[in-house]
């Protein structure tokens, strides 16, 4: 059955096609995952808070506001991780380390020169 509303979504000779543009995946120029990193500034400004909820109860220290450069969070996850002993993650330009870690956190950022508030 034919539909004049069906577009292809796979094709053997493309691969997967954007459905936003209907470009290949590889091709597509809409497509966030080819989103620029943002350069890091000279003075950066972290901001920091703990999560609970929709966490089943855990608790989590979230650092927030920074840029948005996937190496630079990655690096910086990776660092507060081994600092506090404890897991992370990278998500939506947010660093998220495991538990309440405010106390290690904040004097790690302020002796990099950062401002930190929260």
């Not at 979230?62 to 002993?85: I, S, T, W």
């Not at 290690?104 to 508030?117: D, E, H, M, Q, S």
Request: charged fraction near 25%; proline fraction near 5%; include cysteine.
């Amino acid at each position: 059955m034919s539909r004049d509303n069906s577009r292809p979504v796979y094709s053997t000779a493309a691969g997967r096609i954007c459905p936003t543009c209907g470009w290949p995946d590889r091709d597509c120029k809409c497509s966030s995952q080819f989103a620029r990193d943002v350069a890091v500034p000279a003075k950066v400004v972290a901001k920091l808070r703990l999560e609970k909820k929709g966490r089943g109860g855990k608790t989590v220290t979230v650092v927030y506001d920074l840029p948005q450069n996937q190496a630079f969070l990655k690096d910086l996850a990776g660092e507060l991780k081994r600092l506090c002993g404890v897991g992370g993650a990278v998500a939506d330009n947010t660093v998220e380390i495991q538990g309440d870690q405010m106390a290690r956190i904040r004097p790690l950022l302020a002796a990099k020169g950062w401002t930190v508030k929260g």
